[in-house]
């Protein structure tokens, strides 16, 4: 009767356990890789990238965001301050949302359009810089010399 009384007590423990663990599915990490929207009150930082390009780090674990805009006077590299102007406070990729370099506002056609919003990791951040040309290649690890004989 004892062993009996451990063997379910041990599937009772297995089974609670099982249920109190996270599995890969149920991915409930502070930034969303496959995210493509953000709430504007969350904004942490912004960067401008290139003339068409912003970095919007987001949140309290400040994940990064890169936001594409399009326009026909759209050029945000020289702008003195960039805003959002957006309804419902919800920045998503072509959505109505409006960038603004103007703090002033003085015109309307210096407003760009969001064309796409996409959320990206760290290592992706860092080759976005690279393809861009905003820092060096890094130099590769271990000595560099490749191989071409078939190993057993």
């Known amino acids: 009767m004892s062993s009996s009384r451990l063997i379910c007590l041990t599937i009772i423990t297995i089974l609670i356990l099982g249920c109190a663990t996270t599995s890969e599915n149920s991915y409930t990490a502070a930034c969303n890789p496959r995210s493509f929207c953000f709430n504007q009150r969350n904004i942490r930082n912004v960067e401008t990238i290139d003339r068409d ?37 919800l920045i998503c990729r072509a959505d109505s949302t409006e ?32 393809n861009n040309g905003q820092i060096p290649p890094i130099p590769p690890a271990g000595p560099g010399i490749l191989s071409t004989q078939k190993s057993d």
């Open 53 to 89: 390009t912003l970095l919007v780090r987001v949140g309290s674990s400040n994940c990064p965001y890169l936001i594409h805009l399009d326009g026909i006077f759209c050029d945000i590299s020289f702008g003195s301050a960039i805003g959002f102007l957006d309804s419902n406070g």
């Open 99 to 130: 960038i603004i370099s103007d703090p002033y506002m003085s015109s309307r056609r210096d407003s760009c359009r969001i064309r796409d919003v996409k959320s990206v990791t760290n290592d992706e951040l860092l080759e976005f810089r690279v």
